[in-house]
């Protein structure tokens, strides 16, 4: 028997794939989940659901562990996957201290729930003689922005509010870039680090800086006039995000909002130069018309 997958009934059958107490069933006829001890499942009358495990639950969340780039969220997850014991409950309770990552975590898990129920519908509906539906995921570009714009506040840099904030994220920068590399290569990018953003005074910068709804400095992108007498050409002194906020989409958007901005008052060229940029960063700058300009990177944001 053909049923509709409503969105009503579509929900309890995501809140029951994760349910692993109560099995339940989709009665066709009414449209609505029964207990599966309570009538036969026949794939006729009554279906049963998808499979969801306990195994799938896991492998989930080391899925979304080992893909997240927030650093202090991601260590925390990986030590509670390998614990061994209430795994899931002390997952649950990791993510608590992180708010952008549990709501990211949310999303990531709905999608993949969302893509196992419709596999198991469509594969109904070709038995049922019927075309399949197309699986409407939710574009995680489109759920991350989401996420940043109602989580965070990009604002316009305020040398007098904002100073004393990026001076520290940038000494926190410069003392990862120690730590991550031996002996005194570390020492020696933390420098370069440090000397590329307070090389310019904090006045003659201009950008953005990124802030959570309570006010908590999250990350920014800055730029000067490079000369200072240019018109048309700056060049970045400071972008990261602080490792706390990292993995949510925030310097994507605060690049988008500078690039934006650059455009708005008549900047040409956006130049990027002595500093580290990772192979994820790279990516990100070809995306926004950024090219390869012997070490560094150069956007002509006069083409579209």
């Known amino acids: 028997m053909i049923f509709e997958l409503s969105a009503t009934l579509e929900n309890d059958i995501l809140f029951s794939m994760e349910d692993q107490e109560t099995r339940r069933a989709v009665d066709a006829a009414r449209g609505v989940l029964v207990p599966a001890n309570s009538v036969t499942i026949d794939e006729e009358n009554y279906y049963a659901l998808p499979e969801w495990s306990s195994s799938d639950g896991y492998a989930l969340r080391q899925d979304f562990t080992d893909n997240l780039h927030a650093p202090l969220a991601r260590a925390e997850l990986k030590r509670v996957l390998v614990s061994g014991r209430g795994v899931f409950r002390n997952f649950k309770n990791v993510l608590k201290s992180y708010p952008e990552v549990e709501r990211k975590w949310h999303f990531f898990k709905d999608s993949h729930l969302r893509k196992r129920l419709m596999d198991w519908y469509n594969t109904l509906r070709e038995s049922w003689g019927l075309e399949k539906l197309a699986c409407q995921e939710s574009d995680r570009d489109a759920e991350t922005g989401e996420l940043v714009q109602d989580d965070f506040m990009f604002r316009v840099y305020n040398p007098v509010k904002d100073r004393d904030d ?52 999250a ?15 700056v060049a970045l002194t400071d972008f990261f995000v602080l490792q706390n906020f990292r993995g949510l989409g925030i310097g994507k958007e605060l690049l988008s909002e500078c690039y934006a901005g650059l455009k708005r008052q008549g900047i040409q060229w956006f130049l990027i130069a002595n500093t580290i940029v990772p192979e994820s960063m790279e990516q990100m700058l070809a995306q926004w018309g950024f090219k390869k300009l012997g070490s560094g990177f150069l956007a002509d944001l006069s083409q579209e």
């Open 166 to 217: 990026i001076a520290r994220g940038a000494v926190a920068i410069a003392e990862e870039y120690s730590t991550q590399f031996p002996c005194e290569v570390g020492e020696a990018l933390a420098a370069m680090w440090h000397r590329l953003s307070t090389s310019v005074a904090a006045d003659e910068k201009f950008g953005f800086a990124c802030r959570t709804q309570s006010e908590e400095f």
């Open 219 to 233: 990350g920014c992108i800055l730029v000067s006039r490079c000369p200072s007498s240019a018109r048309k050409t």
